[in-house]
C-alpha cells in the first residue's frame, strides 16, 4: 500500500455524516474500515470498491467489540491512520423528563463509546508514532440548548477530553481534531433523536419549544454532509490540522456569539473574581 494512502476506522459509518465520510475518503483512494450496528447497508458498496472498503459490525458501548474491531482493522492493513468517532444518537427533553436508562446509554454511546475505541487504538497509534483521531463533537457543545442537557455535555466533555488528549500525545506524532458541525441535511433528527420518557408541561416553554424547532428544520438543514465529509478528507491530507474544525455558517455564527458572550461576562464579573486571591505579598 503507497504511503499515502490513509488507513481510516470509521464508527456510524453507514448513514448520515459518517456515510458521507466513508465516500470521500474512498474517493480520495484512501482504505476504510466502516462500522455500524447494522452493517448489511454496507455490504453492496464493500464488494464494488474492490477491497478499499471493509464494513465490520460494532456497538461503540461493548470495549470487547471495541478491541475485536480494532484488531481486526489493523490486521487488514498494518495500520491505522485515521480514527473518526462518528457514532452517536440525540436524547432530547427536559432534563427531569429522562428516565435513569435513558441517561445511561445515551453517555454510554456518545461519550464512553468513542472512549473505548481512543484507548483501544492509542498502542497501534503509539507504535506508529502517527495517527490522527477525529472526533465528532455538535452545536450543542459550542454552547448548549434547552432540552439537550444530557447529549451537548457529553459532547462538551467529550471536548474537555480531546483538549487534554491533543496535548498527551502531540509529543507522539499524532494528532487530534474535533469537528464540530452545524445542522446537516441527515436523517439524524428522524431516526438517531431519542425522547424524554415523561413529559411535563412547565418544560413546554423550553425544551418542549426546542424539539418543535428540530421537528420544523427536519430535512431543510442548511449544511450538506458530502461538502462536509470533503472538508474533512482535505483537513486529514493536509499538513495542519485545527483542534477544531468548525463546519458550516451557523456553527461558525454560534461560535463567535459564544465567544463575544464569554467575553462580556468575563469583562463584567473580573473585579468580583480577581478579588478572591491573595493580596500581593501575602
Same mark, same amino acid.
Given at each position: 500500500?503507497?504511503?499515502?494512502?490513509?488507513?481510516?476506522?470509521?464508527?456510524?459509518?453507514?448513514?448520515?455524516?459518517?456515510?458521507?465520510?466513508?465516500?470521500?475518503?474512498?474517493?480520495? !483512494?484512501?482504505?476504510?474500515?466502516?462500522?455500524?450496528? &447494522?452493517?448489511?447497508?454496507?455490504?453492496?458498496?464493500?464488494?464494488?470498491?474492490?477491497?478499499?472498503?471493509?464494513?465490520?459490525?460494532?456497538?461503540?458501548?461493548?470495549?470487547?467489540?471495541?478491541?475485536?474491531?480494532?484488531?481486526?482493522?489493523?490486521?487488514?492493513?498494518?495500520?491505522?491512520?485515521?480514527?473518526? &468517532?462518528?457514532?452517536?444518537?440525540?436524547?432530547?427533553?427536559?432534563?427531569?423528563?429522562?428516565?435513569?436508562?435513558?441517561?445511561?446509554?445515551?453517555?454510554?454511546?456518545?461519550?464512553?463509546?468513542?472512549?473505548?475505541?481512543?484507548?483501544?487504538?492509542?498502542?497501534?497509534?503509539?507504535?506508529?508514532?502517527?495517527?490522527?483521531?477525529?472526533?465528532?463533537?455538535?452545536?450543542?457543545?459550542?454552547?448548549?440548548?434547552?432540552?439537550?442537557?444530557?447529549?451537548?455535555? %457529553? $459532547?462538551?466533555?467529550?471536548?474537555?477530553?480531546?483538549?487534554?488528549?491533543?496535548?498527551?500525545?502531540?509529543?507522539?506524532?499524532?494528532?487530534?481534531?474535533?469537528?464540530?458541525?452545524?445542522?446537516?441535511?441527515?436523517?439524524?433528527?428522524?431516526?438517531?433523536?431519542?425522547?424524554?420518557?415523561?413529559?411535563?408541561?412547565?418544560?413546554?416553554?423550553?425544551? !418542549?419549544?426546542?424539539?418543535?424547532?428540530?421537528?420544523?428544520?427536519?430535512? $431543510?438543514?442548511?449544511?450538506?454532509?458530502?461538502?462536509?465529509?470533503?472538508?474533512?478528507?482535505?483537513?486529514?491530507?493536509?499538513?495542519?490540522?485545527?483542534?477544531?474544525?468548525?463546519?458550516?455558517?451557523?456553527?461558525?455564527?454560534?461560535?463567535?456569539?459564544?465567544?463575544?458572550?464569554?467575553? %462580556?461576562?468575563?469583562?463584567?464579573?473580573?473585579?468580583?473574581?480577581?478579588?478572591?486571591?491573595?493580596?500581593?505579598?501575602?
Amino acid at each position: 500500500m503507497s504511503d499515502s494512502k490513509r488507513v481510516w476506522l470509521i464508527t456510524g459509518g453507514s448513514s448520515g455524516l459518517g456515510r458521507s465520510l466513508v465516500m470521500a475518503a474512498l474517493a480520495a !483512494g484512501d482504505h476504510v474500515v466502516a462500522t455500524a450496528r &447494522n452493517p448489511e447497508s454496507l455490504a453492496g458498496l464493500e464488494v464494488s470498491t474492490g477491497g478499499a472498503l471493509r464494513s465490520m459490525k460494532l456497538d461503540v458501548t461493548r470495549p470487547d467489540q471495541v478491541r475485536a474491531v480494532v484488531s481486526e482493522a489493523v490486521a487488514a492493513w498494518g495500520r491505522l491512520d485515521v480514527v473518526v &468517532n462518528n457514532a452517536g444518537y440525540g436524547l432530547v427533553g427536559a432534563l427531569e423528563e429522562f428516565g435513569d436508562d435513558q441517561i445511561e446509554r445515551n453517555l454510554s454511546t456518545n461519550l464512553l463509546g468513542p472512549v473505548n475505541l481512543i484507548r483501544a487504538v492509542l498502542p497501534t497509534l503509539r507504535a506508529q508514532r502517527s495517527g490522527h483521531i477525529i472526533n465528532l463533537s455538535a452545536a450543542a457543545a459550542i454552547s448548549n440548548y434547552p432540552g439537550f442537557s444530557i447529549y451537548g455535555g %457529553a $459532547k462538551a466533555a467529550l471536548e474537555s477530553i480531546s483538549e487534554s488528549l491533543r496535548l498527551e500525545l502531540a509529543p507522539l506524532g499524532i494528532r487530534v481534531t474535533l469537528v464540530e458541525p452545524g445542522p446537516f441535511r441527515t436523517e439524524f433528527i428522524s431516526r438517531s433523536l431519542d425522547r424524554g420518557a415523561g413529559r411535563i408541561s412547565d418544560y413546554d416553554g423550553s425544551s !418542549g419549544r426546542f424539539l418543535g424547532f428540530l421537528q420544523k428544520v427536519d430535512g $431543510k438543514q442548511p449544511g450538506d454532509p458530502d461538502r462536509a465529509a470533503a472538508a474533512m478528507v482535505r483537513m486529514v491530507h493536509g499538513d495542519r490540522v485545527p483542534l477544531r474544525l468548525v463546519l458550516g455558517k451557523y456553527a461558525v455564527d454560534k461560535t463567535r456569539k459564544m465567544l463575544a458572550a464569554r467575553e %462580556a461576562e468575563l469583562k463584567e464579573w473580573e473585579a468580583v473574581g480577581l478579588a478572591t486571591d491573595f493580596p500581593p505579598g501575602e
